[in-house]
């Protein structure tokens, strides 16, 4: 899985490329994101393990595999990551807005829960 990982960092998509120039070298708030991370039986293509944000950029390929993302999707969800999901055409087209809203999953996250 390790291997996998890795190939798929030396092999990312173009909007993979703008999400990781985005998020690399703590320049969101501070917040260190890995990149092709594996959690459990999965690799995710972005991750901050503080504030346990996963940020998966798909493609047309997920058309054909909508459950298997749904599933994904629930078992991070089990381990408290909360998932933003964006198209490839979405991050290419409207970068800034794509951004606008990790940022504020990022701020949210970290506020202490109020009660």
Not at 64 to 84: F, I, K, T
Request: hydrophobic share 40%.
């Amino acid at each position: 899985m390790k291997d996998l990982a890795r190939s798929l960092r030396k092999n990312q998509t173009d909007a993979e490329r703008v999400i990781w120039q985005q998020l690399r070298n703590r320049q969101l708030l501070g917040c260190k994101f890995r990149r092709q991370q594996v959690i459990g039986p999965f690799i995710v293509d972005f991750v901050c393990l503080e504030p346990k944000l996963v940020i998966e950029v798909d493609g047309g390929q997920h058309a054909e595999q909508q459950e298997y993302d749904q599933n994904r999707s629930h078992y991070l969800q089990r381990l408290g990551y909360r998932v933003l999901r964006f198209w490839n055409h979405e991050v290419l087209q409207n970068r800034l807005a794509v951004m606008e809203v990790i940022r504020l999953a990022v701020i949210e996250l970290r506020e202490p829960v109020k009660t």
